[in-house]
């Protein structure tokens, strides 16, 4: 257990000239963190965490990521989608279409750059494929959109998963979607229905 009560370890050795230097630099730089600390914010946290979506894709540590929701399955290996899907190996960011189609204001297209129209099929954000180094401006305007969600929410999307079709577009970076849409179904007992 840790606990913040002074103690007699290390009192005798004395520090140098630059570990002085250096431990008074983290000192100024934890100060100004401190400073930056908010409080817990409930409200960003409501509902599933879709807001974080984009962030969770760009904190990632690996290059290339795929994302799915936490009650999302994947039925085979999904390595062919890195290594030899022609489409990903194309693009770089590979989208399933929801069951729903484009139903925003058709203003919208001139506003975020972008030429989609009334019969194109909605984003399912439930299954990303992305390489973020080929695709990164797209996943950054993303997040940042996401970051202003109360905003793109209410008057674009009604949920996350358009701020990728119109970030991505909005910066001119290409995405494929694959037209064989994720299936949803149910586990029975021992048997899947879907």
């Known amino acids: 257990m840790y606990d913040n009560i002074s ?7 004395r520090l140098s000239e630059a570990q002085r230097k250096t431990f008074l630099a983290i000192s100024k730089l934890l100060i100004a963190l401190r ?24 904190s990632a540590a690996f290059a290339e990521v795929l994302f799915l929701d936490s009650d999302s399955y994947i039925v085979r290996d999904p390595e062919n989608l890195f290594v030899s899907d022609p489409m990903y190996l194309k693009f770089g960011a590979l989208f399933y279409p ?9 203003s919208l297209r001139k506003l975020f750059n972008t030429s989609c ?21 797209g996943l950054y305007m993303t997040k940042l959109m996401n970051d202003n969600h109360e905003l793109f ?3 674009v999307s009604g949920g996350d998963k358009d701020t990728f079709r119109f ?4 910066v001119n970076v290409k995405y494929y979607i ?10 029975n007992d021992t048997h899947f229905c879907g």
């Open 167 to 170: 970030g991505f577009r909005c």
């Open 117 to 137: 129209g009334e019969h194109e099929y909605e984003l399912d954000s439930a299954a990303i494929v992305v390489d973020k180094k080929r695709v990164w401006k």
């Open 35 to 58: 400073e930056q600390l908010v409080s817990y914010p409930n409200e960003y946290f409501h509902g599933r965490g879709k807001y974080y979506k984009p962030a969770a894709i760009l």
């Open 7 to 13: 103690s007699e370890c290390n009192k005798t050795q």
């Open 178 to 187: 694959v037209m064989i849409p994720c299936s949803t179904g149910a586990f």
């Open 98 to 106: 929801d069951a729903f189609k484009s139903r925003q204001h058709p």
């Open 153 to 155: 929410y209410k008057h």
